[in-house]
C-alpha cells in the first residue's frame, strides 16, 4: 500500500543551528501535505502545510519544501532552539481529509 | 476555547473489560477522527465522522466502536479489550482554519491492557 516514510529516525543539532527533517512519500496522487510536532506526552501540534501546486512554503521560522518529481518533503526549521526537541511528522493525503497517511517521525534532539 | 479534550488522560484495563474514551471539541469542526499511536510507528487511524450522524472505518477499526453524539463529541468503545489495544489513542478534529482543513489533536489516552 502507499506509505509516508522518514529517512533518519534521530536528529540531533546544536542550539542555533538550522535542522532539516527529511520524508519520502509513495502515493504520487498526494496533493496535500502537512507536518506535525510533538513533545512528549503530547498530542500531534500543526506546524506547516503545503498543496502539491506549491514548491516551497514559509512560516515562522520554518519553511517546507516539496519536490514532487522525487516525492520528497523537507522541513527547515532555522535557529532551532532546545523548545524545538520533540517529534517531527510529515503525513499526506490524496483522498480527502479524512484519510491522512502518518510517517513514523523523527526525533529531534537540540543540545544547548 | 480548550479545543479538543479527551478523557481519561490514563487508564488500566484487564482483558475482556470495555470502556469508553471520551473526545469533544469547541472548535465547531465537522470531521473528527481517532487514531491510535504505538511505538515506532505512525499515527493510525481507527475510524473518522465526516459529520454528525456518520462513522465510517479507517485503517485498523477491527475492536473498536464509535459513536458521534453530536457535533461536539465523538466517543471511542471497546467492548472486550485485548493486550494488542494497549496503545495511545488522539482523538483529532478537522475545519478550515484560513482555507486549510487542518486536523487538531487532543492530549491523548494512554491505556494498557493487561
Known amino acids: 500500500g502507499e506509505s509516508v516514510g522518514l529517512h533518519l529516525p534521530t536528529l540531533s543539532v546544536q542550539e542555533g543551528d538550522n535542522s532539516i527533517i527529511n520524508c519520502a512519500y509513495s502515493n504520487s496522487a498526494s496533493d496535500y501535505f502537512i507536518w506535525y510536532k510533538q513533545e512528549s506526552g503530547k498530542g500531534p501540534q500543526f506546524i506547516i502545510d503545503?498543496?502539491?501546486?506549491?514548491d516551497k512554503r514559509q512560516g515562522q521560522r520554518v519553511t517546507v519544501l516539496l519536490n514532487k518529481t522525487v516525492k520528497h518533503l523537507s522541513l527547515q526549521i532555522a535557529a532551532t532552539q532546545p523548545g524545538d526537541s520533540a517529534v517531527y511528522f510529515c503525513a499526506e493525503t490524496g483522498t480527502g481529509f479524512q484519510k491522512l497517511v502518518f510517517g513514523t517521525g523523527t526525533r529531534l534532539l537540540v543540545s544547548p | 476555547n480548550a479545543g479538543v479534550t479527551q478523557t481519561p488522560k490514563f487508564q488500566v484495563l484487564k482483558t475482556g473489560q470495555s470502556m469508553t474514551l471520551q473526545c469533544a471539541q469547541d472548535m465547531n469542526h465537522n470531521s473528527m477522527y481517532w487514531y491510535r499511536q504505538d511505538p515506532g510507528m505512525g499515527l493510525r487511524l481507527i475510524y473518522y465522522s465526516a459529520s454528525e450522524g456518520t462513522t465510517d472505518k479507517g485503517e485498523v477499526p477491527n475492536g473498536y466502536n464509535v459513536s458521534r453524539l453530536n457535533k461536539r463529541e465523538f466517543s471511542l468503545r471497546l467492548e472486550s479489550a485485548a493486550p494488542s489495544q494497549t496503545s495511545v489513542y488522539f482523538c483529532?478534529?478537522?475545519?478550515?482554519?484560513?482555507?486549510?482543513?487542518?486536523?487538531?489533536f487532543g492530549p491523548g489516552t494512554r491505556l494498557t491492557v493487561l
Open positions: 503545503i498543496r502539491s501546486n506549491m
Open positions: 483529532a478534529s478537522s475545519g478550515s482554519v484560513g482555507g486549510t482543513d487542518t486536523q487538531y
